[in-house]
């Protein structure tokens, strides 16, 4: 009998215990950087402040912007700061919905797509995914110019500009519209995409523009060499 009136009483300390703990968890605002003028994109029911910072949600650009052309991007947010119940975040990442790059993808057309780390002007690292489609079938030593040239032209573009600016720049098409006036002269371009940009992992290391036009020339001087040894081939069969 006693032992049933004290299991009687620990559950209903524990049913108080959660009723209070229940009582004392408050809506937090969830705030969108300047990007997306400070809109409100969602809220979140936490006992404290401190379990919201760092937590990251994702959301549909469409649903960002009210625009039908954002319908195929998703962009992750992290939490960057709780104050005044509201969860102010930063943009982490942007990235393409895989069905989206299935349909833009067309036989007698090449793809090139390449994965490297690139820092902006305030050291942060950011892993970029581009995504390039031709016109038509290409050489391979143009493609290999044509991926060359593009991971160039973003590296040199970010060592510019700040993080936040470089994003904004992606989000809006910016970038993208700046790597295809780069590489268009290379090979006219049908699609010219950032797949996906996002924060690198610890350990990931950059490339630098000057590297990679380091390696643009080698591979210039062996196809000029190549050229010629073709030309004097030709020749001696004249």
Not at 93 to 98: A, T, V
Request: proline share 2%.
């Amino acid at each position: 009998m006693a032992e049933d009136q004290e299991k009687h009483l620990l559950e209903k300390k524990r049913a108080q215990l959660a009723l209070e703990k229940k009582r004392k968890k408050a809506w937090f605002q969830i705030v969108a950087p300047k990007l997306f003028r400070e809109q409100i994109i969602g809220e979140s029911l936490v006992g404290e402040a401190g379990e919201l910072k760092d937590r990251c949600i994702t959301s549909n650009l469409m649903a960002l912007t009210n625009d039908m052309k954002g319908q195929n991007i998703n962009i992750t947010f992290r939490l960057k700061e709780v104050k005044n119940n509201r969860a102010y975040a930063e943009v982490v990442g942007y990235k393409m919905i895989p069905t989206t790059i299935r349909r833009i993808v067309r036989r007698g057309k090449d793809k090139i797509d390449d994965s490297f780390v690139c820092k902006t002007s305030d050291g942060i690292n950011v892993r970029i995914k581009i995504l390039l489609i031709t016109r038509g079938d290409t050489k391979g030593s143009v493609i290999r110019k044509l991926r060359k040239s593009s991971i160039n032209a973003i590296c040199a573009y970010a060592k510019k500009t700040t993080y936040e600016n470089f994003m904004s720049d992606i989000v809006t098409y910016r970038l993208q519209r700046f790597l295809r006036d780069s590489v268009n002269k290379i090979y006219p371009l049908k699609n010219c995409e950032i797949r996906q940009a996002k924060i690198a992992g610890p350990g990931e290391k950059a490339i630098f523009a000057e590297e990679i036009k380091g390696e643009l020339k080698k591979e210039d001087a062996i196809e000029e060499a190549e050229e010629e040894k073709t030309e004097d081939i030709e020749q001696e069969l004249k």
